[in-house]
């Protein structure tokens, strides 16, 4: 098998299992929230955990809420975060994970935008300065740090600079960004921002939501308590403990995981460009590292790739059940049903080797039957 799926989920780190293995064997039997040793030992690993998470994108431990990943964290932000009466705003090419919330925000009242991005997929801040100025009291916008199709990394300080000039408050699903890239909330000014384990070679089921003050969203879960009331449920500490070492990991490896990475998609790129004549790429070349999107013209991928089971890619039509769509990103970026149903993405990680990216390339190529000969 040739995994070239990072962005849908990466492999555990074996530094993050042996980090998460005591806890999940006698030590974890001591309930985080109880007053005793064996609680507060428990607890003790969690408050680590915290530090490392919110070390990582420059916030204090007290503003790391856990959560089960990060579509909850984004519902919490969107949903708990924009109080009566005030307007929202959004990217169109946010996950469904954020646009499956405005349907209920509409519903509550709300004023909500969605604001469309330019063939590479950028949000441009003139735009949601617009969007802002068209609605009577701004309250949250919600953009995304990097998308998880075509890897366009949005420009947050200054989409923030301009939330707060209308007085909202900024929120980030920076789910894809943080294990190639630094991102500092402080620096950037954004007040609310979503994270994942299982993108972070940290474990599936758990994530995370900053809150830095101002934002302060109503919890979903009024009882339980924990977590400052902000969101209620007895914390899981293996996946705690894991978020953390992954977010520790993150943060020494981000910059080397990059450049490798980044030189990997390029040479998977340039291996597909000269097997696959009309190839065209989708996104931005400043994108993640890790990300390569592309169109190959009068392909049906999804059906295509049924003859590559060996080979983990995703392609431009989401399933819902049985009836494949058109990605609402690659179409957002103005490319025609056929098209995005003719794309492929792929997501290179840190485990990936360049034999691996060679062999995907020729897999691909040979399969749509375009070699060329003589490569
Ligand atoms: N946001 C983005 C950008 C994602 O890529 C994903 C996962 N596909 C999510 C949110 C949802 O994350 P989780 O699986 O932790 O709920």
Request: overall charge neutral; some cysteine; glycine content about 12%.
């Amino acid at each position: 098998m040739i995994y070239l799926d990072h962005l849908a989920s990466t492999p555990l780190d074996p530094l993050v299992l042996e980090a998460m293995l005591p806890w999940m064997r006698g030590q974890a039997v001591g309930n985080p929230h109880a007053a005793h040793p064996a609680g507060w030992r428990a607890a003790d690993a969690i408050a680590q955990a915290r530090a490392e998470v919110a070390a990582l994108v420059g916030a204090q431990p007290g503003e790391a809420v856990f959560t089960s990943g990060a579509t909850e964290a984004n519902t919490l932000a969107l949903l708990g975060g924009v109080p009566a009466g005030g307007g929202c705003v959004v990217s169109a090419v946010e996950h469904a994970s954020v646009l499956g919330c405005l349907p209920e925000l509409r519903r509550r009242g709300h004023a909500v935008a969605i604001l469309p991005v330019d063939a590479g997929g950028r949000v441009d801040p003139a735009a949601l300065d617009e969007a802002l100025s068209g609605l009577p009291t701004p309250a949250l916008v919600s953009v995304m740090a990097a998308n998880n199709e075509v890897g366009t990394v949005q420009p947050l300080a200054e989409l923030a600079a301009v939330a707060s000039r209308h007085g909202a408050t900024m929120h980030s699903d920076a789910v894809q960004a943080l294990s190639t890239r630094a991102l500092d909330m402080a620096a950037l000014g954004i007040h609310g921002l979503s994270l994942s384990g299982h993108k972070l070679y940290g474990p599936m089921g758990i994530g995370a939501l900053i809150v830095r003050r101002p934002f302060r969203p109503v919890p979903a879960s009024p009882g339980g308590g924990q977590q400052r009331g902000l969101r209620g449920g007895t914390l899981p500490t293996p996946l705690c403990v894991g978020l953390g070492a992954a977010c520790r990991l993150a943060r020494k490896r981000r910059e080397e995981d990059a450049r490798r990475i980044s030189e990997l998609r390029d040479r998977l790129w340039h291996r597909l460009r000269s097997r696959l004549p009309g190839i065209s790429r989708n996104g931005t070349a400043d994108g993640l590292a890790g990300c390569l999107n592309v169109t190959i013209p009068g392909i049906d991928a999804a059906d295509r790739l049924l003859d590559l089971p060996e080979l983990a890619v995703a392609t431009g039509s989401a399933c819902h059940s049985g009836a494949s769509e058109a990605s609402h990103v690659l179409l957002a970026l103005g490319l025609s049903v056929m098209d995005a149903h003719a794309s492929v993405r792929f997501g290179i990680g840190r485990g990936t080797t360049a034999a691996e990216v060679d062999e995907a390339a020729d897999r691909l190529a040979a399969a749509l039957g375009s070699a060329k000969s003589g490569e």
